[in-house]
C-alpha cells in the first residue's frame, strides 16, 4: 500500500495523497541539540524541505526559527503522521516531537494510539493580545 507524498507552493504544505495536511506555521517542540542552543527548541515552521515515509511513520525535514532564541536553521527528519490503512493520521504535534533517527532498538513500545483529529488548528488568524 503506498501513498503520494509530495510538498506543494515551495514548501508550505504537505500532501499526502493529494490531500494537503500538514502547513507551515505550526508550532513544534523538540529534542535537538544541533539545531539550537535551547534544551527544547521552540520552533516556527516556515518551509518543509523533505517529506518521506519511514514505515508508517510519515517524516518531514523544515527550516524554520527557534522562537525562544532566534536561530534560523533546519531540522532532522521529524515525525508529523501516520499512515494507517493507507490513510493519513496527525499525530499530536503541539506536544513534543520526536525525531525519529533516535530509534536504535526498533519500535518496541507501539501502544501510543493517540486519537489525533483535532478538528480546527493551525488557524493564523487568533492575535490575541496587544
Ligand atoms: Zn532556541
Do not use: H
Request: hydrophobic share 30%; net charge negative; with cysteine.
Amino acid at each position: 500500500m503506498s501513498v503520494a507524498l509530495r510538498l506543494l507552493d515551495d514548501g508550505a504544505w504537505v500532501s499526502v495523497n493529494d490531500q494537503r495536511r500538514v502547513s507551515v506555521s505550526e508550532l513544534w517542540r523538540f529534542p535537538d541539540p544541533e539545531f539550537c542552543d535551547c534544551e527544547l527548541p521552540d520552533l516556527v515552521v516556515e518551509g518543509f524541505l523533505d517529506v518521506g515515509a519511514d514505515g508508517r511513520t510519515v517524516e518531514t525535514r523544515v527550516y524554520g526559527q527557534c522562537i525562544a532564541c532566534g536561530t534560523k536553521s533546519t531540522t532532522g527528519w521529524l515525525p508529523v503522521g501516520r499512515i494507517v490503512d493507507g490513510e493519513f493520521r496527525d499525530i499530536d504535534r503541539e506536544s513534543v516531537l520526536r525525531p525519529t533517527v533516535a530509534a536504535s532498538s526498533g519500535p518496541g513500545a507501539d501502544g501510543d494510539e493517540t486519537d489525533g483529529t483535532d478538528a480546527e488548528k493551525g488557524k493564523p488568524g487568533d492575535s490575541g493580545d496587544s
